[in-house]
Every structure is written in structure tokens, then in C-alpha cells.
């Protein structure tokens, strides 16, 4: 079981990769469109070579339109993508300064209790991302210059928000069979040597 979830959050997290990099191309690629355009309508360009300003602005020299849109969408799906591999990893930010001087069975149970609280938590956003993805659909609404149903990004989001999800109440079931049990089922290097 460990391995598909394993194997599905870094599937995830390639994927969430990918778009981040796409993101970043499209980003430069309308920074870079906006300086030419700004530079073909500057003074210099025009006593220069007019002609040919005129053509590069033309044939859409400039930033890319509605590149925020699908910047905004883009990270909020590569944010939930990220998350099944931080939680399988346990790569989440922690202050272990007063824990590590704990008895093994309180960290134990420290770490299970965190990884129910991240799995409810995972579970709502996911239900509460599937709410907004269906109003989106149902009203219609689209982005503001590029005009696609918002939808699309809510239910792009949804996906890897459920794949998160999954993955947290899987972590959670392992953290509570390892309070339980008292074996390592899943090591990650927080509890010290195995």
C-alpha cells in the first residue's frame, strides 16, 4: 500500500512540476514580450526603424494577455500537488525543540494526533474545494480576460486537493497503527535511528 501511495504522490508532485515550470516559461516569456514592447514603442525604435516596430507590435509582440489568470490557476494546482508528497514525507515545517526531549510513546502519539488533524484538515479542503468547484460550474463564471470557465481551475485543483486528502487519511492510519503497535511502519528520519 505504501508504494501506490507513495508512487501516486510523486506522480503528483511531477505533475505539480511541470506546471510550476510551464508557469515559469510563460512568465518570463510575457516579461520578456513586455519589455520589446516597450522598448519597439519607445523613442529609439520609432527614430530607428519605424517600419518595423510597427510590424513587431503588429503581429502581438508584447506580454502575453491573461497571463495572471492562468498564473493564479496554475499555482493553486501545483500548491495541492505538492501536498501528498509533503505528508507521505513528512516534509511539513516543524519546532521540534521541546519534543525531542519526549519519551518515544509521546512523540508517537504527538505525530498521530498531527497526522489526524492534517488528514481532517485535507479532508475539508477538499470537500470545501468540491463545493466551490460545482457553484463555479453552475454560475458559469469565467476569467476575466481569457474568458475560460474558472471551473476548470477549481477542478484541476480538486484532484490533486483529493489526492492530498487520500494520502493524509492513509498517513493518519499508519501513524495510528504505529501508536498502537508500537513498530515503525513508515520510517522517515524524525524518530532517529531505526
Same mark, same amino acid.
Request: charged fraction near 10%; hydrophobic fraction near 55%; include cysteine.
Given at each position: 500500500?505504501?508504494?501506490?501511495?507513495?508512487?501516486?504522490?510523486?506522480?503528483?508532485?511531477?505533475?505539480?512540476?511541470?506546471?510550476?515550470?510551464?508557469?515559469?516559461?510563460?512568465?518570463?516569456?510575457?516579461?520578456?514580450?513586455?519589455?520589446?514592447?516597450?522598448?519597439?514603442?519607445?523613442?529609439?525604435?520609432?527614430?530607428?526603424?519605424?517600419?518595423?516596430?510597427?510590424?513587431?507590435?503588429?503581429?502581438?509582440?508584447?506580454?502575453?494577455?491573461?497571463?495572471? &489568470? %492562468? @498564473?493564479? =490557476?496554475? /499555482?493553486?494546482?501545483? !500548491?495541492?500537488?505538492? #501536498?501528498?508528497?509533503?505528508?507521505?514525507?513528512?516534509?511539513?515545517?516543524?519546532?521540534?525543540?521541546?519534543?525531542?526531549?519526549?519519551?518515544?510513546?509521546?512523540?508517537?502519539?504527538?505525530?498521530?494526533?498531527? &497526522? %489526524? @488533524?492534517? =488528514?481532517? /484538515?485535507?479532508?475539508? !479542503?477538499?470537500?470545501? #474545494?468540491?463545493?466551490?468547484?460545482?457553484?463555479?460550474?453552475?454560475?458559469?463564471?469565467?476569467?476575466?480576460?481569457?474568458?475560460?470557465?474558472?471551473?476548470?481551475?477549481?477542478?484541476?485543483?480538486?484532484?490533486?486537493?483529493? @489526492?492530498? =486528502?487520500? /494520502?493524509?487519511?492513509?498517513?493518519?492510519?499508519?501513524?495510528?497503527?504505529?501508536?498502537?503497535?508500537?513498530?515503525?511502519?513508515?520510517?522517515?528520519?524524525?524518530?532517529?535511528?531505526?
Amino acid at each position: 500500500m505504501h508504494k501506490l501511495m507513495m508512487g501516486l504522490a510523486r506522480t503528483m508532485a511531477m505533475v505539480g512540476g511541470v506546471v510550476l515550470s510551464l508557469l515559469i516559461l510563460l512568465t518570463c516569456l510575457s516579461i520578456a514580450g513586455r519589455l520589446l514592447n516597450g522598448g519597439l514603442h519607445g523613442a529609439l525604435m520609432q527614430s530607428i526603424a519605424p517600419d518595423l516596430a510597427e510590424w513587431l507590435i503588429a503581429i502581438g509582440v508584447g506580454p502575453i494577455n491573461g497571463d495572471f &489568470e %492562468i @498564473v493564479e =490557476a496554475g /499555482v493553486a494546482f501545483a !500548491i495541492f500537488a505538492f #501536498l501528498p508528497l509533503c505528508q507521505i514525507t513528512a516534509g511539513h515545517a516543524s519546532v521540534d525543540i521541546v519534543t525531542n526531549s519526549f519519551p518515544r510513546g509521546a512523540k508517537r502519539f504527538l505525530r498521530m494526533v498531527t &497526522e %489526524i @488533524v492534517f =488528514a481532517a /484538515v485535507l479532508v475539508l !479542503i477538499a470537500v470545501r #474545494l468540491g463545493a466551490g468547484t460545482l457553484s463555479k460550474f453552475q454560475n458559469g463564471e469565467t476569467s476575466f480576460l481569457l474568458e475560460f470557465p474558472v471551473w476548470w481551475a477549481y477542478a484541476a485543483s480538486l484532484v490533486a486537493a483529493g @489526492v492530498a =486528502a487520500l /494520502v493524509g487519511i492513509y498517513m493518519a492510519a499508519v501513524r495510528t497503527t504505529e501508536f498502537m503497535t508500537g513498530r515503525i511502519l513508515v520510517w522517515d528520519g524524525v524518530e532517529g535511528e531505526q
